[in-house]
């Protein structure tokens, strides 16, 4: 019996012992957001010594860590307003993946005590508070030997500001800042020192999803990337009858797309534009500027662009892109350019289909803009498809003016290019001197390009 007892005790000592060690973060309730939150800020240590167990970190004492490094990069996740206090439902995902990919200091800031509330300004509020605490922290850290480089604060929503605030209390020296949808209530319009901002870190990169409701419009990085224009993401809801995913889905968005990139499933490849109308009409479809790099992707590594972006001036680069409605959201993007010689200009649409040596078709998944037609001159069509087919056996074009009354008219192609934005060391493929019905559906099998037209 004195063995069964002490076994007990011996026990519970364990389990109470793991329970004061293994913090996490804080769940509240919609009662705790209707009664308001005083800001309480927690920060959550998690290492590859204990991916599944945080330490809870003192903002005066790093030393009395026992997993943190300070000589590794370290990265904070700082969340955004918390309406109804529940936890991210993306925060145990972009922290196994980011301890998988890097050997780092991952710090969530926990305040959600603060974050949870009804009363969106009340967060707001608490926004440079947390920043303060973070400087804190952060200066504890360079005393005991940390580098302002190795320190990347990734901010969702209001997380976003706040790491701004944080960058400018040391004047822009952090090594980097990821914004996910940067929130634009309270924000738009403000000046740069009351928002993030382009010069808080050395590389600042944003995506904006929900510019139009929740997020942020304007650029604040060195590059800012705009899925699907910036709203309105495919695969969200367009009613309220969805419920809460109408209000979210698209600020949520972003988040998502940052964790595809973590995933390395397909590299979300970027077109550097000045509109996304632009980008639509094909008008973005080469990445000169950075070559030898390709086009720029997006998310994680992003910063590999960093020494091209910061040449511009001013250093601020805006870059569009679409995305398929699941994840991991990847679009295989293709140029298609066309050489007519009709006597007459033609205005109308393209529709593009591919067919791989299996026999599977896809037809792109973007609406390009109407495109003209004039002779000899080069029309440029943008196509999308959301599976990457590495051998196309065959084509199928369809011309379409879209109109229901009048003639019927022809598109004589002198020479049709397909070649792959996505992967451009690919081969472009050709078709020469051959016409279009309009509504008719022309397929044919392309050919690889005469070395004059690649």
Known sequence: ??????????????????????????????????????????????????????????????TASTNLDVTKKTVFIIHGFRPTGSSPVWLKDIKE????????????????????TVIYQNAVHNTRKVAEILRKYID????????LDSIYM???????????????????????????????????????????DHTDAQFVDVIHTDMDVLGYRKPLGNIDFYPNGGADQPGCPQTVFAGTQYFKCDHQRSVFLFLSSLRQSCNI?????????????????????FQPMPCPVLGYYADKWKNYLLQKDPPVTTAYFDTSDQEPFCMYNYFVDIITWNKSGRRGFIRIKITDNAGNTIES???????????????????????????????????????LIGPKYKLRILRMRLRSLTNPERMQLCRYDFVLLENIETTFKPIPCQERDK
């Not at 993946?97 to 974050?115: F, K, M, T, Y």
């Not at 504890?140 to 580098?147: F, K, V």
């Not at 495109?371 to 087919?389: H, K, N, P, V, W």
């Open 140 to 147: 504890q850290m360079l005393e005991d030997g940390a580098s």
């Open 1 to 62: 019996m004195l063995k069964l007892f002490l076994f007990v005790c011996l026990t519970c000592w364990v389990r109470s012992d793991t329970e004061k060690q293994c913090q996490e973060f804080t769940d509240l309730g919609i009662h705790n957001a209707l009664a308001g939150t005083d800001l309480k800020v927690k920060l959550l240590l998690y290492t590859r010594k204990n991916q599944n167990c945080s330490e809870s970190l003192s903002d005066s004492n790093t």
């Open 97 to 116: 993946l980011l301890l998988s990919l890097e050997d780092i200091n991952l710090i969530v800031v926990d305040w959600n005590r603060g974050a949870t």
């Open 269 to 289: 490849t970027t077109y550097p534009c000045d509109s996304y109308l632009d980008f639509r009409k094909g008008k973005c479809a080469n990445c000169e500027a």
């Open 365 to 403: 998944k973007i609406n390009s803009e109407a495109a003209t037609f004039e002779q000899y001159r080069q029309a440029g069509i943008l196509a999308g498809f959301d599976e990457d087919f590495d051998k196309i056996s065959k084509i199928s074009l369809t011309f379409s003016t879209r109109t």
């Open 154 to 196: 990734i901010g969702v929503s209001l997380g976003a500001h706040i790491a701004g605030f944080v960058g400018k209390m040391y004047n822009g020296e952090l090594g980097r800042i990821t914004g996910l949808d940067p929130a634009g209530p309270s924000f738009s319009g403000k000046p740069p020192d009351e928002r993030l």
